[in-house]
């Protein structure tokens, strides 16, 4: 089955220690999406990738990086863990077909912990 | 920019009981929206979607919802609920990006409850 995979399912870091979470996708799509959430609280987008494009939200901290070597993989690297990084972290992936909503789909999620 | 607001935070209901999540948008331009389930420590799922066409949408394990543009709702509903639908419930609204991308803004979580 075509599907957005992510690894690991559950990560313990230590405050200041960079970590990467990675995603990869099956599905082919043109367009890769990190969102962050918190506990309790709605998932929200960090960045996304057109292709190669990177697209970074206004108000995302410069702490988070992302990279996307293929259409197939998309990381996400956190470069000085805090505590307030404790998170679930989704990839999503979508089709990009120009006036038509597509449907994203979403991974299991990365469980981050920062100790 | 655009927002939703789902209304209840948590809804507790009986087994066989029908359900209904209350979602309201905000949005000055069309709007496609979506609801999507989270099961514990996992990932989302979508339930159904509404991009135009008919206001009642139907998506998968029985679940509807209602486009209702006067009042700028799109409810979930289903007429009976079974306990394998704990789980939290995601309204959200597409908002354009460059490239033909979007971003979903989401509702802040509406957790469904299901007793025997």
């Known amino acids: 089955d075509a599907m957005v995979i992510q690894n690991p399912r559950y990560q313990v870091t230590q405050f200041g220690k960079p970590v990467t979470l990675s995603c990869s996708q099956t599905?082919?799509?043109?367009?890769m999406y990190w969102y962050q959430q918190k506990s309790s609280q709605a998932p929200k987008l960090l960045f996304h990738y057109y292709d190669k494009d990177f697209n970074n939200e206004a108000d995302t901290p410069d702490n988070f990086q992302s990279r996307r070597p293929n259409t197939s993989f998309c990381f996400l690297d956190i470069r000085s863990p805090g505590l307030g990084d404790a998170a679930m972290y989704l990839c999503?992936?979508?089709?990009?077909?120009?006036?038509?909503?597509?449907?994203?789909?979403f991974g299991p999620g990365t469980r981050l912990l920062v100790l | 920019a655009q927002s939703v607001t789902q209304l209840d935070s948590q809804v507790p209901v009986f087994e066989e009981a029908p359900v209904e999540l209350r979602c309201n948008y905000s949005?000055?331009?069309?709007?496609?929206l979506f609801w999507y389930v989270q099961y514990p420590n996992q990932g989302l799922q979508l339930l159904l979607k509404y991009l135009s066409g008919s206001t009642l949408v139907k998506g998968i394990n029985g679940f509807e919802a209602e486009f209702n543009k006067s009042q700028t709702s799109f409810h979930l509903r289903k007429p009976s609920v079974h306990i394998s639908d704990t789980a939290e419930y995601f309204c959200a609204v597409s908002e354009a990006l460059i490239q033909g991308a979007q971003k979903l803004v989401f509702g802040q979580g509406t957790r469904l409850t299901i007793n025997p």
């Open positions: 949005s000055s331009v069309s709007v496609y």
């Open positions: 999503a992936t979508s089709r990009s077909s120009g006036g038509f909503q597509e449907t994203q789909y």
């Open positions: 599905l082919n799509h043109n367009v």
